[in-house]
């Protein structure tokens, strides 16, 4: 880790941008966000067939264009009920425009008829660390849980007042953030990058 003194967050989700911060308040790096940094940066299309292809675009143009190591994210819910969709369209399931609510809104609709015991689903999410010069590291989480009918609580974001995590029976909209960041996807994944850095970082000059 102290092979990167600034690290820029490769997103213009407010509420991504905060958990990732919470996630990886621990690393010893200055943090870039867009919410804070007056220079342009680029609207990325997020056209990958993969989570892993969408966090890579997103990487690589930040890391281009501020010449800085950029982390990003994709993620997604995946419902067992439609055959593991929306994934990696999670965030335009309602249409290339949809609001948080209008997507959560369509899961809600299409779930409704679905039997209890059939609305298994998880996210998942994988993180991505690129440089300016080309190296690419990644890591990925899953949070296994089941879909409720009813959204319940006010936190989070995304399709969290529906996602109940296994073993659990709050959603995550009803978790305190510190202790969603415990067990999402997100933090999973974060940590499990942080954890190869440790040992795959490229070293200076080589």
């Not at 820029?8 to 790096?29: F, M, Q, T, Y």
């Not at 994709?74 to 009920?81: F, M, Y």
């Amino acid at each position: 880790m102290s092979l990167l003194e600034r690290v820029a967050i490769a997103s213009r989700n407010h509420g991504k941008i905060r958990e990732i911060l919470a996630i990886c308040r621990d690393w010893p790096v200055t943090w870039v966000t867009a919410e804070g940094d007056p220079r342009e940066w680029p609207q990325v299309e997020e056209t990958g067939a993969t989570y892993l292809e969408n966090a890579l675009l997103k990487a690589h143009a930040v890391a281009q264009a501020l010449g800085l190591p950029a982390v990003a994210d994709d993620s997604g819910i995946e419902v067992d009920a439609l055959g593991g969709a929306p994934g990696h369209r999670s965030a335009r399931f309602a249409g290339p425009e949809a609001t948080d609510r209008e997507n959560l809104q369509k899961l809600i609709e299409l779930i409704a008829p679905v039997p209890e015991a059939g609305r298994g689903a998880r996210y998942r999410c994988v993180a991505a660390l690129v440089g300016p010069g080309g190296p690419e590291l990644w890591a990925e989480g899953v949070c296994e849980g089941a879909l409720v009918a009813e959204p319940r609580g006010e936190g989070g974001f995304g399709y969290d007042p529906i996602f109940v995590p296994a073993g659990l029976d709050r959603t995550m909209a009803e978790f305190e953030p510190e202790e969603k960041d415990r067990i999402s996807h997100r933090g999973r994944a974060f940590r499990a990058l942080r954890e190869r850095m440790a040992t795959s970082w490229p070293a200076p000059g080589a």
